[in-house]
């Protein structure tokens, strides 16, 4: 991509409003538009990166074997009705009538929509275990939308729905998603910490909170510290044998959000100099329900003896348009975002220091070709702008690698790598500069965990 096309309306004052750094940072790179209380446009830098959490979300729920699907936005009430959350769910429903008087709803979550389905179309416990998912916009009229997209209105939910015949299969379910979540918070960069967790109104009493540690977070937290660097279960982890030594031995170390804290039990199995207790971000959120939808809705199966029995079910949030600011708060210094590879709107910016000059042109150009042949995403400065404003946006928007391009090294045949994270620069030859960048992004894309 060529900056002097592209749409990257970078803001150059702090904007007031933004208290925190996620958001002030969000706004500062163009990545964001607020439209009105907690509704956010995603501008196109912005976009780029929440299609690539989609795309690591959706890579990891189909290989745990759930299947994407898409539900309206909008719901009828009576489904609500039936189910007796309509009441319950209170002034966060944003409430709708259409032009024949029908109640409706923009739907904050969707398993009473999800359960309808599965009553139309599933007779038997041969069709089962069953995981349905969709990512869609979701709408809570909180009384406090704050920090952009942190706690929106409207937000992008990754919801999965799990469908079992009993209690024991609901758990591996569970496990299941579980696992996948660890491996999905990790290949974002973020270190995502499983914690026990209430279970609100979603219902239910197994829960467990995925909690990003940042002090900006809106919860209280509890944590045996050794859960910060816990290895992540690689590729190689088998979906469909039993996981539940993997989720054990993760849930073996203490961590619980301050709705569920135990402080005798937190003090006593953690040792002293191993005690977190601190603030953190929810980024997702892991819910066993048991029958609370499928009895009120009539969603049964018949079992192996011809029973008709309602199924277990569970749920499975993450917050994608939160996971961004999530990875910014964990990710940034003074000059700007750091992103990491996987979800970096481009994973190299390519800044040519004199574009008047013709031979630096050539030079830039060529290899703006070569990256963008090699598989890299390039977003190439090439504005008749000085040097130091061109750095300045580099550093912001948070690239994880620029190669600068200028003519006094260029007549030497050489140009500069900067790794945005570290400081850190090399000067290499410009033959030499596609295979280094490869050779330090492929790694760090996390792909093949
Ligand atoms: N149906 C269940 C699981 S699919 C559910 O709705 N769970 S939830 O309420 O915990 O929401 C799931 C995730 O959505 C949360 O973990 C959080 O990451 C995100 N989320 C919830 N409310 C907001 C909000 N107001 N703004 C941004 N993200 C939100």
Redesign the pocket.
């Known amino acids: 991509m060529r900056l002097s096309r592209y749409f990257l309306p970078v803001l150059r004052d702090v904007p007031k409003e933004a208290e925190i750094v996620s958001h002030r940072l969000m706004l500062r790179a163009g990545m964001l538009k607020q439209e009105a209380a907690?509704l956010y446009a995603w501008l196109p830098l912005g976009y780029r990166v929440l299609r690539k959490i989609q795309a690591i979300i959706e890579q990891e729920q189909d290989r745990a074997g759930a299947h994407e699907m898409l539900m309206p936005t909008i719901q009828s009430a009576d489904l609500w009705r039936e189910s007796g959350r309509y009441d319950a769910y209170g002034k966060e429903m944003l409430r709708i009538t259409d032009r024949h008087e029908r109640d409706m709803l923009y739907g904050?979550?969707?398993?009473e929509m999800i359960t309808d389905i599965f009553r139309a179309h599933v007779r038997s416990y041969k069709d089962l275990p069953l995981n349905l998912?969709h990512i869609q916009w979701?709408f809570?009229d909180?009384i406090r939308?704050r920090f952009g997209?942190?706690?929106?209105?409207?937000?992008?939910?990754?919801?999965?729905?799990s469908f079992d015949l009993d209690l024991g299969r609901a758990r591996e379910a569970y496990n299941r998603m579980f696992v996948s979540y660890l491996r999905t918070f990790y290949r974002m960069g973020l270190t995502a910490i499983p914690m026990r967790a209430e279970t609100?109104?979603?219902g239910g009493d197994l829960?467990h909170?995925?909690i990003v540690l940042a002090d900006t977070g809106e919860s209280g937290v509890f944590c045996h510290a050794d859960l910060l660097d816990k290895p992540i279960p690689t590729h190689d982890v088998d979906y469909l044998s039993d996981l539940q030594p993997i989720v054990d031995d993760w849930t073996s170390l203490y961590a619980a959000t301050e709705d569920m804290i135990d402080m005798a039990e937190f003090e006593s199995t953690v040792p002293e100099d191993k005690r977190i207790a601190a603030r953190g971000?929810?980024?997702?959120?892991?819910?066993y329900f048991g029958t609370k939808y499928s009895d009120p809705l009539g969603a049964t199966v018949t079992d192996d003896e011809g029973k008709e029995v309602a199924v277990h079910m569970g749920?499975?949030?993450?917050?994608?348009?939160?996971?961004a600011p999530?990875i910014i708060e964990a990710n940034h210094d003074d000059d700007g975002i750091i992103w990491p590879v996987s979800v970096a709107p481009f994973e190299v910016a390519l800044i040519n220091l004199k574009p008047g000059d013709k031979d630096c042109n050539t030079a830039n150009e060529g290899l703006y070709q070569s990256l963008t042949n090699a598989g890299i995403e390039v977003l190439y400065d090439d504005r008749d702008l000085g040097a130091g404003a061109k750095f300045a946006t580099a550093d912001l928007i948070g690239l994880p690698y620029q190669l600068i391009a200028g003519p006094r090294g260029l007549k030497n045949n050489e140009v500069e790598i900067k790794h945005r994270r570290t400081g850190e620069r090399e000067t290499v030859s410009t033959d030499a500069a596609v295979a280094r960048l490869l050779a330090l992004i492929e790694p760090e894309r996390r792909d093949k965990i």
């Open positions: 907690g904050p979550t969707n398993e998912y979701k809570r909180e939308p997209t942190m706690r929106s209105r409207e937000f992008l939910m990754k919801d999965a729905y609100g109104p979603i829960s909170e995925f971000i929810e980024v997702g959120q892991v819910f749920s499975y949030g993450i917050g994608l348009t939160r996971v999530a």
